[in-house]
């Protein structure tokens, strides 16, 4: 299939999906079209065991379907820009100390200790695995992915503070995880040694040079955005710097996801503060409104429908579902510790501690870094890691997007109402 069959394949798929969503089943968009996805999936399985050309078909279709590029390379930009654009600059520089910790290090010590207790839990159940695809799995499995959890937050009126600390944090954590995972993933693949200062550089290169490239990018746009006053000229220069400037920066390989934030950011707020037209405030959020619901439907039907190409059993199955908690455990210390620390300075929310771990959802990024580990290397070694990582992965990014996300609203409530204070 060419590359427009396969689009409006996904399309036709995400509406369907949606519509019986909508009419009948009745969740939160992103978990509900995941499910009757997965669903989907195993229909087709069975199917398959009577009429093995229908699964085998459907399974040549996903095949077409590079996951990896199709969210790491095209997806990603223009969903980090849309979630970017609708954020208040003020509200986040009001965070930006909790959101830079949990951004940054706390990537960094949750890559660490979901790399330790997956080795450790692995090599207790006699599956081996090497500790550097252990701390692999930590990299791609610690960036958090809201979509399905902030909606449910502002519905159940969430304090602003606690949700604008969970959505900037998945806006730039990311950028700083998919940085840590293709570090490691050249330690790994031979490419280098495990060289502190050539990390460190790569770091630098890709996180500051993503910063540095997205003001750049947001300064060009909001100049021509000035320069007219059109709001279909100006919906268009938006488009391209999205498009054009996330394929750009993979070009001059800095950070595409974090130069997408920045961007986002810098025309969302000085755009709106006089350089817009009312008309095409209104249009441009619009646009972006329903570019984002549009991808968030089809990354999470793509989630769902890879379930007919990874390869299960039994032991990869309960290695996932006991990596949940691990994961879990890391993100809850990595929490916990510059809360713990802030909190002599600062204010936070009742529950902030309980609600920022749980809220913190895993998604497609983790599934498509997964898919990207190599199943050789250069030299013809097979990686036998790649698939029990895989499967983990899908695991443990199911049961988050289920389990977190129709539990996260339960929580913030009871989380506002113990704070309450007694009626007199």
């Not at 009757?36 to 087709?44: D, F, N, P, R």
Request: proline share 3%.
């Amino acid at each position: 299939m060419d590359l427009f069959q396969i689009s409006a394949a996904l399309l036709s798929l995400a509406a369907i999906f949606s519509y019986l969503n909508h009419r009948f089943v009745r969740l939160p968009t992103t978990i509900g079209l995941m499910l009757i996805a997965m669903g989907s999936s195993l229909l087709l399985i069975a199917i398959g065991e009577v009429l093995p050309a229908v699964q085998a078909g459907a399974e040549r279709f996903l095949s077409g379907v590079d996951f990896n590029k199709t969210l790491m390379q095209g997806m990603l930009g223009f969903l980090l820009f849309a979630a970017a654009l609708h954020v208040n600059l003020a509200d986040l520089k009001q965070q930006r100390t909790v959101i830079g910790f949990l951004a940054s290090a706390g990537v960094l010590v949750s890559t660490v200790l979901v790399g330790g207790m997956a080795y450790f839990l692995l090599n207790l159940m006699g599956v081996q695995v090497q500790f550097l695809y252990c701390l692999l799995f930590g990299a791609l499995i610690s960036p958090t992915d809201p979509i399905a959890v902030l909606g449910i937050l502002k519905h159940v009126g969430a304090p602003k503070e606690l949700e604008m600390k969970i959505a900037g944090e998945s806006l730039f954590n990311d950028g700083v995880a998919v940085v840590a995972f293709l570090g490691l993933l050249e330690i790994a693949s031979g490419a280098m040694g495990f060289d502190v200062q050539r990390l460190t550089l790569l770091f630098a290169q890709e996180a500051v040079g993503g910063v540095l490239f997205g003001l750049l990018l947001g300064w060009v746009a909001l100049k021509m955005l000035r320069s007219v006053d059109d709001y279909k000229v100006e919906v268009l220069l938006s488009l391209a710097t999205a498009a054009g400037g996330y394929a750009l920066a993979y070009a001059i390989h800095v950070s595409g996801p974090i130069a997408m934030v920045v961007a986002g950011l810098f025309i969302g707020n000085e755009g709106r503060a006089g350089v817009m037209s009312e008309k095409t405030r209104e249009h441009l959020d619009d646009f972006w409104e329903l570019m984002d619901e549009i991808l968030n439907a089809v990354l999470f039907v793509l989630i769902g429908l890879e379930l007919l190409i990874i390869s299960f059993n039994g032991m990869s199955l309960i290695a996932g579902v006991l990596a949940f908690p691990v994961v879990i455990l890391a993100r809850f210390i990595a929490v916990a510790l510059p809360v713990s620390l802030l909190r002599r300075y600062r204010v936070f929310s009742p529950g902030a501690i309980r609600i920022l771990t749980w809220g913190g959802l895993r998604g497609g990024v983790s599934v498509a870094l997964a898919l990207s580990i190599p199943a050789q290397l250069a030299d013809g070694t097979l990686v036998a890691e790649r698939e029990i990582l895989l499967t983990i992965t899908y695991v443990v990014v199911v049961v988050s997007v289920v389990g977190q996300g129709l539990t996260i609203g339960p929580l913030v409530r009871r989380s506002i109402a113990r704070a309450a204070p007694e009626p007199a």
